[in-house]
Structures are given as C-alpha cells and as structure tokens.
C-alpha cells in the first residue's frame, strides 16, 4: 500500500487559486493512477479529477473542466492539483488516492489525510 501526504490547502476568496500537492511513498509512484476527491461539509465524497500513471491521460469531473488541472511528478512522486476561479461551494476536505488504474480509484485502498480547502465569498 502506498502512503500518501496531502499539503497546500487553506482560506481563498472566491475567484482565487490554490495548488494541491500529494506526495507518496512506499511503492513504485508511477505504477500508480492518482486522483483528488472531496468531500464537502455534509456531503458524500465526490471525484475531482484523476490522471493515469505515465501522466498523458487526465479526467475531471464536468464542474471543474477548464479551472482545475491535474498533474504528476513521477520523478518527484508527487501529484498535483492547480485549482482557479475557485468557488464557494468547492469548500471541501481534498484528498487524494492511488490505484494501479484510474477506473478502480474512487474504491481505492490509499487515501491521503486530507487538506482542508475554503474558499470564501
């Protein structure tokens, strides 16, 4: 199992940016899927975006297309996530997830602590 460490979330106001970073370790980074999800206050998880282990394919879910951009390092083991235009409603606990393929991550066996993202309005 892979351990992961989420870092870079904080208060934003609305319209504003952040970058999400998720380091792992214990196992071979790039044999990986990655994903970022969250979990706003008093709602169920839900996907963000994922990008499969060589980094060439990403997908987001449709709120985030053309604001949110995933990446990876795999020399750095480290996946991350540029979120602008940041909105209210995307207060949220992020965390991320790896899975040796992306159609497995929302079930995945790692998951990070989470970093805690506000975003005022």
């Known amino acids: 199992q892979v351990q992961l460490r989420e870092s870079g979330g904080g208060l934003v106001q609305a319209g504003g940016s952040l970058r999400l970073s998720c380091v792992a370790s214990g196992r071979t980074f790039s044999d990986y899927a990655m994903g970022w999800f969250r979990r706003p206050p008093g709602k169920e998880r839900e996907f963000v975006a994922a990008i499969n282990r060589n980094g060439d394919d990403a997908y987001y879910r449709d709120s985030v297309k053309g604001r949110f951009t995933i990446s990876r390092d795999n020399a750095k083991n480290t996946v991350y996530l540029q979120m602008n235009s940041l909105k209210p409603e995307e207060t949220a606990v992020y965390y991320c997830?790896?899975?040796?393929?992306?159609?497995?991550?929302?079930?995945?066996?790692?998951w990070g602590q989470g970093t805690q993202v506000t975003v005022s309005s």
């Open positions: 997830a790896a899975d040796p393929t992306v159609e497995r991550l929302y079930m995945a066996h790692s």
